[in-house]
């Protein structure tokens, strides 16, 4: 079916509620506190085979214009899976102070 | 306008049909088969622009359907007794995400032992789940009902899924005479679909994510504002439906020779055009009973029952379902409906598991109940009325009468 | 007299544990307890409170704890992340694993001890966490005496039996000994 079968919305008129959410960045709030260990990269290592980035469950390693890779700690959980799938040992986990 | 005679399925098929429903989708369940079948074959032949999807189960049936209804589709499906119990996880979802769609669910009595035959018991376990559940007397009312349920599931005062009704075999299966409006005359009435919001890759919504409580629980009350909203959505689409078509049933209720009347029947189904026969031969010797039968079992129609039994000296129900160690559901909304009126009522438990009743029994069953109500007032909350070759043979459960 | 504790630590950190041993602990005393979580999808890592309750009479509310009088920090990095205080009665106790006076504001009684140092110097560590919700117990008992430290131990060994059970009811004993206001 295409698009154009598919009607406008048209605004409820009773008091209305639904279950509905839209993806947004940080609607889990900032989730960066959750950390107890950081990643942090070696941009010696780092080849900007971007393994990181495709493996990030969060979405926070930041593709740079030099092709190599850096975190967002704002909402990083530390998770380590990016420290796992680097096979260059590019990233470290740090603990958290 | 052409009227043909056709089983109560496919006056559903028909008048999915004409609401120019875009996907179906349905597992076989006797006696619920022959709508679906009767739409693949439309959709085969090319006199329908839809599309079927094929499923596993029941479950997956509805979730289909509710996925196509969300993506911005007119969808339909059907089911019947352990199909529509099967559903029953999804039918709460439909209704709690506020997706308008509607279902017909071919009344079946439920196992075990295995009985392909009516009783209410089915439908009535749907009750609390937020969809608006109708029910028809008569293969005409079913094609008209079903074409006025998208009506009200899509009304922006409802949005909210909705429920026909009609009884396994006695409907399902029984030809009778019926008008089948021109497309051009429902594509006139029937407005395009509308629903409150489309979930598609550009809308990038996301349904049923986890919520805080407070959340959830003003989402219930919005259901709650709907249904109160549905009621009279479902009294304009019938007299507005009555004056295109030419056909109304009064709504949310039929009142039936209520004039005069100072005793009552209240029932819903198909078997409510047997009680009417009880009621006009009682009335004929002279005993003032009307009847009113309940179209619509949610919303309840709270309002209109008290407006049409305000005057009422006894009201009997006829209950073709029970709740196992309480009352007959029907009983137990007419009984806090017109707690106010402290007249006398009665539950009558009947015709479970496809047991006929006919006539001459609800004549007796009312004409009993109005003679204990003329020596004083009486509530007895539920009565078992046995089959006939088993009356008398087995023990009474021990029934509460309370006098007032 | 009915005394409610809020524990406040990091998702895997043990929260929920010190709450359900402490109500272990009143119970041996045979006083009447109740422990819960918050009940949610919790993470590792992340801030989460746990409850519990203790009385000398039966407890039936069931609703959730807004104003408890006792408020115990198993994490020195919750005092920014999370809002220890909230809700905390005024004249409130809290119990602080922090090794000096943590930065709060209000009218609090507060207690210290090191609880993270104890936990590494006797070796009670888990996948790289040291472990403090056992030691902070010690300190609780001690500081607010709402049940005995010996109550505490008693409620640890019969939670972890043997080994581990004997070195979590020891470092619970150090924690009672270097428990102070702050």
Known sequence: ?97 | ?404 | MLVEIRFHGRGGQGAVTAANILASAAVLEGKYAQAFPYFGAERRGAPVVAFARVSDEPIETHSQIENPDIVVVLDPKLFELANVTAGLKEGGVIVANHAERPPVEGNYKIYCVDATKIALDMGLVVSGWPVVNTVMLGALAKATRIVKTESVVQAIKERFPGRLGEKNAEAALVAAERVHEC
């Open chain 2, 1 to 404: 306008m052409v009227v043909k005679t056709l089983t109560g399925n496919y006056a559903v098929a028909y008048a999915v049909k004409l609401a120019r429903v875009q996907v179906v989708s349905a597992y076989p369940i006797t006696p619920q088969t022959t709508i679906v079948e009767k739409l693949s074959e439309m959709i085969e032949k090319g006199e329908m622009n839809a599309r079927m999807i094929r499923v596993e189960s029941e479950h997956s049936a509805l979730a289909a359907v509710f996925g196509a209804a969300s993506a911005g589709a007119r969808a339909f499906t059907a089911t019947a007794s352990h199909g529509l119990l099967y559903m029953h996880e999804v039918v709460w979802w439909a209704a709690g995400a506020r997706v308008p769609l509607v279902m017909a669910v071919v009344a079946r009595a439920i196992g075990p032992p295995w009985n392909i035959h009516v009783d209410h018991q089915d439908i009535f376990d749907q009750r609390d789940s937020g969809w608006i559940i109708a029910f028809a007397q008569e293969n005409q009312e079913v094609l008209d009902l079903t074409l006025q349920a998208f009506r009200i599931s899509e009304d922006p005062r409802v949005y909210l899924p909705m429920m026909v009704g009609l009884e396994g075999f006695i409907l399902s299966h029984t030809m009778a005479p019926v008008d089948i409006p021109d497309q051009e005359l429902v594509d006139s009435w029937l407005p395009p679909r509308r629903q409150p919001y489309v979930i598609s890759p550009d809308t990038m919504y996301s349904m049923g994510n986890i919520a805080p409580d407070e959340d959830h629980y003003m989402m219930r009350y919005s259901m709650a504002a709907a249904m109160e909203a549905a009621k009279q959505v479902i009294d304009e689409v019938d007299k507005e439906y009555g004056e295109v078509f030419g056909r109304s049933y009064g709504g949310l209720i039929e009142c039936y020779k209520c004039d005069g009347a100072e005793y009552y029947v209240v029932i819903t189904g198909s078997w409510a055009g047997d009680a009417k026969k009880a009621v006009d031969s009682l009335r004929e010797k002279g005993v003032p009973v009307g009847l009113v039968r309940v179209r619509f079992i949610r919303p309840w129609p709270r309002e209109r029952l008290l407006e049409a039994l305000s005057g009422a000296k006894g009201v009997i129900v006829f209950d073709r379902a029970v709740s196992m160690g309480s009352v007959g559901p029907l009983f137990a909304d007419v009984a806090q409906t017109l707690y106010p009126l402290g007249i006398s009522m009665k539950g009558v438990i009947a015709g479970l598991t496809g047991v006929d009743v006919k006539p001459g029994v609800f004549e007796e069953a009312i004409a009993g109940f109005i003679k204990e109500a003329e020596e004083g007032p009486v509530f007895v909350p539920s009565e078992w009325l046995l089959p006939r070759k088993y009356r008398g043979k087995y023990p009474s459960i021990p029934r509460e009468v309370i006098a007032r």
């Open chain 1, 1 to 97: 079916m295409t698009a154009e079968a598919y009607p406008v919305l048209e605004e409820p008129k009773t008091f209305f509620l639904a279950p509905l959410s839209k993806p947004a960045p940080g609607s889990a709030g900032k989730t960066g506190t959750w950390r107890t260990h950081k990643p942090v990269v070696n941009l010696e290592k780092c080849t900007g085979c971007l393994l990181c980035w495709l493996y990030c469950p969060e979405n926070t390693v930041i593709k740079l214009e030099n092709g190599k890779v850096a975190i967002d700690y704002e909402y990083c959980k530390g998770c380590g899976i990016c420290a796992t799938s680097c096979p260059f040992d590019a990233i470290e986990m740090v603990p958290e102070v």
